[in-house]
């Protein structure tokens, strides 16, 4: 019986168990690249980029591996994507959740081939992720009132996040340096005040964090080098000159000196425009496109200081944090909003010279400068400072704390399981297998640290029979311990995050019974 | 209970699974080691004073004659990451001491061959790493308790530190000449309210093909690079001058928009070309009535900054004019002249001007430059002239002048000094050695193999003078273990002596940040455990992201016909 051709030439489609197998598999490779990232003994990889240049980047950020792969399987670039989410969201975990996914899937594969139905597979996972977040609420410790606690609370986190990252070494120092740029967020999760440079040279134990805003750029000739008690105004213009903007307008004139007069015209314009800026009362003048000569001297002249060629994020973050407006017209200084700060100086970091505006009007502000060997530690650097950040403003906001090192995993584990138990049917078996998922973290952070995993993890889960155990993985004594004394810490958010993500993500891989590839678009090829 | 059938099924696929996984990740760190190592290997033989020299045909055809680790690293066009690391690293030192550029590709090369030992022998990476960033501590600690204290008013320990430097380089032969010189430049620029900084932007050096390395010469002012334009017949000498530096251009009128004169009658042609006349004139008439008598002209590429008939003119107002000054340098000059740089004739001011006593013309071999001294209230920068008999010479004088500058530079920022001649390391593996036995565990072990690889810097010093290396060694160590800190190698006499006596010296900073960067270097090879290809479609997707933006941005403001986005950065850098 010869079916009907469906599709298009070169399209494809697989079906039923192949299918499955297919996003299975491709679910399980990605899991397992990024899995030996997890934890806090946990290797980097050599991203390469194969065009030009070859680039190389070294990263331990789940989030950053994902995001770079090529990929064309699309279960795979489902749980590339609910790491995109997780980083996103809450800024870390993003290893955890995609391990977590693919080991859900790999329990997935074996109870599938048991044939029990993949529908019922998910309602068991349903049911196991809810009981998991619960087990979980219940041992929350929220120290929200208790303001010396709850910092200490965020040290811990922002120390147990850096320990997975190559900042481990100086961890309290950059725990602290996070601790104190979030504090001054006071409460919000806006992330662009807390501005991060990074300058080559030194070692990551000489980065600080400095209270005002700091703009790579340079200070026009002539001008000011520090001014004291600032009036910034912030624009968007062009200062070569006004053109008309119709293109191929031109002027005709019949001697030299009236081509003189035009030009004569045109600087008189561009100097009514340098007074009517001046008349702002302003003494800082930063402008994101260039300031050519005349202007600059012209600004020179009346002792305002001007920066030119302030890129796209310097000057929305320089408007931001001091309260400033971006300006293009300056027909009303009225109705300019003009930026203010105490101190404007021109300071040295490393070889280069930055100008440093301190005392600015948004008190949150604030400026984290990084340094280090190379440039692909200092782009490592950043991103894990980056993770810590937002896991601690998200804390900030959702002050839940949890322990970590495994901890939750063995508690949500325990309590699948007791569900497991008393569950009648064939979603017990699911429920079973993902209590097993769960216990797969535990066991790769083991893992990874090169220690016997297997052991570990029936150590650990003996001590988890007792009631209200704080055991876990302590990587560093290669030994099951007490996390609260260590001080290891997680935000709950972060976990309630993996958790509910992963299992949704592999609901999703499970569901699918068919891959439809279609046919690619033709084009000439460009590359 | 639920815990044996939880265990069994998920310990037995993961044990096939890892040991799997296990043996890739090896094979790439093991790669990655082998990699670096042969980067190593490939300036080790440029260590020292005796060490050899390196000659590099780049793509270009150009050839460069050279024995700094940073300049042959960076023409080596490496692709395998790991050894791009290596690279990176001496690129980093550079940054941050300016000197031991070799030395620390060649100290990560040799704790990358302890690693693998290590690796062989089955200890986890990450222990290694451990152990590697405790010995890094350690060692800065150690170094730093040997070091001595220096103060910037000794200026022989300076030159000295300065000429240990420059005795690895090609011109070594002229150490005596060069290392006063670098202290001396550096010394100039250092600001009394801010000792600590120096800024290496504020000496600046002229190349000058001519003459040997002999008469390279510090100059108390400005040098350009250029003959004084007097094609026209100006000046070439001026005493008492007074410079201004001018951002406009002194030729006819050329307005933003575009413009054509229309000509309909033959007198008209000669009434334009008098008009032409007059304005220039009007121009050199209001220069000349502040008293200047010397222009500096930025080049430009709108329109010709000076033609023939302004030159003409300049040259009967007895003006010396150079063109042609890149706009980069504008800031230099307007901070050594201590004058402002004027944009438009009407702001020509007698206060924006510079004073000097002296602007001269100066025929040097072939050509001619423009020296400008004895300059009033001169801001804190100073000019180097180096000179030299071909191109490759003035090159590396240049490299090595500028790692001369930075060991000063370093002196100034930390200001510490310590035995050179392989006498640090060899103290830092005997006291890393001793320490190693009270440590416990594995860490122990791995502190000792360390300890180890730091004697490569005096065995390759050794080897590369010729001497034999495994005697030397083993005498050093002994001389060490005596208590003698100081004893290191003197290649010039080929035997072991107080190296501080022979006045080998060299910044602390130098030698802490050799050890630190090289281990932290070796770390993160050492914490790679695989290699993923990315597609450069990311990357591409970025640069016409970039593309679209200056696009857009362009499209605001459209350059003139025919011009291309590379010379509209031209244009900002020019005008």
Same mark, same amino acid.
């Given at each position: 019986m010869a079916m009907e051709k469906l599709f298009k030439d070169e399209a494809t489609e697989e079906k039923g168990g192949r299918a499955r197998m297919a996003s299975f598999v491709g679910a399980m490779?990605?899991?397992?690249?990024?899995?030996?990232?997890?934890?806090?003994?946990?290797?980097?990889?050599?991203?390469?980029?194969?065009?030009?240049?070859?680039?190389?980047?070294?990263?331990?950020?789940?989030?950053?591996?994902?995001?770079?792969?090529?990929?064309?399987?699309?279960?795979?670039?489902?749980?590339?994507?609910?790491?995109?989410?997780?980083?996103?969201?809450?800024?870390?975990?993003?290893?955890?959740?995609?391990?977590?996914?693919?080991?859900?899937?790999?329990?997935?594969?074996?109870?599938?081939?048991?044939?029990?139905?993949?529908?019922?597979?998910?309602?068991?996972?349903?049911?196991?992720?809810?009981?998991?977040?619960?087990?979980?609420?219940?041992?929350?410790?929220?120290?929200?009132?208790?303001? /010396?606690?709850? $910092?200490?609370?965020?040290?811990?986190? =922002? *120390?147990? #996040?850096?320990?997975? !990252? %190559?900042?481990?070494?100086?961890?309290?120092?950059?725990?602290?340096?996070?601790?104190?740029?979030?504090?001054?967020?006071?409460?919000?999760?806006?992330?662009?005040?807390?501005?991060?440079?990074?300058?080559?040279?030194?070692?990551?134990?000489?980065?600080?964090?400095?209270?005002?805003?700091?703009?790579?750029?340079?200070?026009?000739?002539?001008?000011?080098?520090?001014? /004291?008690?600032? $009036?910034?105004?912030?624009?968007?213009? =062009? *200062?070569? #000159?006004?053109?008309? !903007? %119709?293109?191929?307008?031109?002027?005709?004139?019949?001697?030299?000196?009236?081509?003189?007069?035009?030009?004569?015209?045109?600087?008189?314009?561009?100097?009514?425009?340098?007074?009517?800026?001046?008349?702002?009362?302003?003494?800082?003048?930063?402008?994101?496109?260039?300031?050519?000569?005349?202007?600059?001297?012209?600004?020179?002249?009346?002792?305002?200081?001007?920066? /030119?060629?302030?890129?796209?994020?310097?000057?929305?973050?320089?408007?931001?944090?001091?309260?400033?407006? %971006?300006?293009?017209?300056?027909?009303?200084?009225?109705?300019?909003?003009?930026?203010?700060?105490?101190?404007?100086?021109?300071?040295?970091?490393?070889?280069?010279?930055?100008?440093?505006?301190?005392?600015?009007?948004?008190?949150?502000?604030?400026?984290?400068?990084?340094?280090?060997?190379?440039?692909?530690?200092?782009?490592?650097?950043?991103?894990?400072?980056?993770?810590?950040?937002?896991?601690?403003?998200?804390?900030?906001?959702?002050?839940?704390?949890?322990?970590?090192?495994?901890?939750?995993?063995?508690?949500?584990?325990?309590?699948?399981?007791?569900?497991?138990?008393?569950?009648?049917?064939?979603?017990?078996?699911?429920?079973?297998?993902?209590?097993?998922?769960?216990?797969?973290?535990?066991?790769?952070?083991?893992?990874?640290?090169?220690?016997?995993s297997a052991e570990l993890i029936s150590q650990l889960r003996a001590e988890h029979h007792k009631e209200g155990s704080t055991a876990g993985i302590d990587v560093i004594s290669a030994s099951v311990g007490d996390m609260a004394e260590r001080g290891i810490c997680e935000s709950f958010k972060v976990k309630q995050a993996v958790l509910l993500s992963a299992t949704e993500a592999a609901e999703m891989i499970l569901r699918v019974d068919e891959i439809i590839t279609c046919a690619p678009r033709k084009r000439e090829d460009r590359m | 209970m639920a815990s044996p059938a939880v265990q069994a099924p998920r310990s037995a696929p993961s044990k096939?699974?890892?040991?799997?996984?296990?043996?890739?990740?090896?094979?790439?760190?093991?790669?990655?080691?082998?990699?670096?190592?042969?980067?190593?290997?490939?300036?080790?033989?440029?260590?020292?004073?005796?060490?050899?020299?390196?000659?590099?045909?780049?793509?270009?055809?150009?050839?460069i004659i050279t024995n700094d680790g940073a300049t042959i690293l960076n023409k080596m066009e490496v692709l395998q990451p790991a050894a791009k690391m290596l690279v990176e690293l001496s690129k980093s030192q550079d940054i941050v001491a300016g000197d031991g550029t070799t030395t620390v590709v060649v100290i990560a090369g040799a704790l990358l061959k302890q690693c693998l030992s290590l690796l062989n022998s089955g200890i986890h990476p990450t222990v290694i790493s451990d152990s590697l960033h405790k010995v890094s501590l350690k060692a800065v600690d150690v170094l730093t308790a040997m070091a001595v204290p220096v103060e910037l008013s000794d200026r022989d320990s300076l030159i000295k530190s300065a000429s240990t430097s420059l005795n690895s380089k090609v011109v070594s032969q002229y150490s005596t000449l060069l290392a006063p010189l670098a202290v001396d430049a550096v010394l100039s620029v250092v600001d009394p309210a801010k000792p600590d900084l120096v800024d290496l932007r504020d000496v600046k050096i002229v190349k000058k093909l001519g003459g040997t390395v002999d008469d390279t010469e510090l100059v108390k002012g400005l040098v350009f690079d250029k003959k004084a334009s007097h094609s026209a017949g100006g000046p070439t000498r001026v005493e008492n001058a007074k410079i201004a530096v001018i951002q406009f251009q002194i030729s006819p009128p050329k307005t933003d928009i575009e413009q054509s004169i229309v000509v309909s009658d033959y007198?008209?042609?000669?009434?334009?070309?008098?008009?032409?006349?007059?304005?220039?004139?009007?121009?050199?008439?209001?220069?000349?009535?502040?008293?200047?008598?010397?222009?500096?002209?930025?080049?430009?590429?709108?329109?010709?900054?000076?033609?023939?008939?302004?030159?003409?003119?300049?040259?009967?107002?007895?003006?010396?004019?150079?063109?042609?000054?890149?706009?980069?340098?504008?800031?230099?000059?307007?901070?050594?002249?201590?004058?402002?740089?004027?944009?438009?004739?009407?702001?020509?001011?007698?206060?924006?001007?510079?004073?000097?006593?002296?602007?001269?013309?100066?025929?040097?071999?072939?050509?001619?430059?423009?020296?400008?001294?004895?300059?009033?209230?001169?801001?804190?920068?100073?000019?180097?002239?180096?000179?030299?008999?071909?191109?490759?010479?003035i090159d590396e004088a240049e490299r090595s002048l500028h790692d001369a500058l930075c060991v000063v530079r370093c002196l100034v920022n930390k200001k510490f000094l310590i035995a050179g001649g392989g006498a640090p390391e060899i103290e830092l593996s005997r006291q890393l050695g001793a320490w190693a036995k009270v440590l416990q565990g594995m860490e122990s072990y791995c502190v000792r193999s360390f300890a180890e690889a730091l004697e490569v810097i005096p065995y390759t010093l050794a080897e590369n003078a010729g001497l034999n290396p495994i005697t030397i060694v083993t005498e050093l160590r002994n001389r060490h273990a005596q208590g003698e800190i100081n004893a290191g190698i003197n290649v010039r006499k080929g035997q072991i002596t107080n190296i501080l006596e022979e006045n080998v010296v060299q910044p602390l900073l130098v030698s802490t940040s050799a050890i630190s960067l090289a281990t932290e270097c070796v770390r993160m090879i050492l914490k790679i455990d695989d290699i993923v290809m990315v597609s450069h479609l990311s990357l591409f997707k970025k640069e016409r992201d970039c593309l679209w933006r200056l696009q857009s941005f362009l499209l605001r403001k459209p350059p003139q016909r025919g011009k291309r986005v590379c010379a509209y950065y031209e244009k900002k850098k020019y005008l």
């Open positions: 490779a990605i899991a397992d690249l990024v899995k030996t990232t997890l934890g806090p003994k946990g290797m980097d990889k050599i991203l390469q980029s194969t065009g030009r240049g070859h680039s190389v980047t070294v990263t331990n950020d789940g989030a950053t591996i994902l995001k770079s792969l090529h990929i064309d399987n699309p279960a795979a670039k489902v749980l590339v994507d609910i790491s995109k989410v997780q980083d996103d969201e809450v800024g870390d975990g993003t290893t955890s959740v995609v391990v977590l996914a693919g080991e859900l899937l790999r329990e997935a594969e074996k109870l599938v081939a048991t044939n029990i139905h993949p529908m019922t597979i998910i309602s068991g996972y349903r049911m196991a992720a809810e009981c998991a977040r619960n087990a979980l609420l219940q041992r929350v410790v929220d120290n929200k009132e208790d303001a /010396e606690k709850f $910092k200490s609370d965020l040290m811990k986190i =922002a *120390m147990t #996040t850096l320990s997975s !990252k %190559i900042l481990s070494q100086d961890k309290e120092h950059f725990a602290k340096l996070a601790v104190d740029a979030v504090m001054r967020l006071k409460g919000s999760t806006n992330l662009e005040a807390i501005q991060i440079i990074k300058k080559p040279g030194g070692s990551l134990k000489d980065s600080f964090l400095d209270e005002g805003f700091i703009l790579d750029k340079k200070i026009g000739v002539g001008q000011p080098k520090r001014i /004291e008690n600032a $009036k910034i105004l912030v624009a968007n213009t =062009a *200062m070569d #000159t006004d053109k008309v !903007k %119709i293109y191929g307008a031109r002027v005709r004139v019949d001697s030299m000196s009236r081509v003189a007069e035009i030009e004569g015209a045109e600087k008189d314009k561009m100097r009514e425009k340098v007074q009517k800026i001046i008349a702002h009362g302003i003494n800082c003048f930063v402008n994101r496109q260039l300031i050519y000569n005349f202007p600059e001297e012209l600004f020179a002249d009346a002792g305002v200081l001007a920066i /030119e060629h302030a890129d796209f994020d310097g000057i929305e973050r320089l408007a931001l944090v001091t309260g400033g407006e %971006i300006a293009s017209t300056f027909d009303n200084p009225e109705s300019v909003k003009l930026g203010h700060c105490k101190l404007i100086e021109e300071i040295m970091i490393g070889e280069d010279k930055l100008i440093h505006f301190s005392g600015v009007e948004m008190g949150q502000a604030c400026t984290i400068v990084l340094r280090g060997a190379s440039f692909h530690v200092l782009d490592e650097a950043e991103r894990s400072l980056h993770d810590a950040l937002c896991v601690l403003s998200q804390t900030v906001n959702d002050s839940r704390v949890l322990l970590g090192g495994g901890w939750p995993e063995m508690v949500m584990a325990k309590a699948v399981d007791e569900l497991a138990r008393k569950t009648p049917g064939k979603k017990s078996h699911a429920i079973e297998a993902f209590s097993r998922a769960l216990v797969a973290i535990p066991t790769t952070i083991a893992d990874n640290a090169g220690l016997d | 096939t699974e890892s040991y799997v996984d296990n043996k890739r990740k090896d094979d790439i760190r093991r790669a990655n080691i082998v990699a670096a190592r042969a980067v190593a290997d490939a300036v080790r033989t440029s260590l020292g004073p005796k060490g050899m020299d390196k000659m590099i045909s780049t793509a270009s055809g150009e050839v007198t008209q042609m000669d009434r334009i070309l008098k008009e032409e006349r007059n304005y220039i004139l009007s121009m050199i008439k209001k220069i000349k009535a502040t008293g200047c008598n010397v222009l500096l002209i930025q080049k430009s590429i709108l329109r010709d900054a000076v033609t023939d008939l302004s030159l003409h003119y300049l040259a009967k107002a007895k003006i010396l004019v150079i063109k042609d000054v890149e706009r980069d340098e504008i800031e230099f000059i307007t901070k050594t002249l201590n004058c402002l740089p004027i944009s438009n004739i009407e702001h020509f001011r007698a206060e924006k001007l510079g004073y000097a006593d002296l602007v001269e013309e100066v025929s040097l071999g072939d050509g001619k430059i423009v020296k400008i001294t004895g300059i009033k209230d001169m801001g804190r920068t100073t000019t180097v002239l180096v000179r030299g008999s071909n191109q490759l010479v």
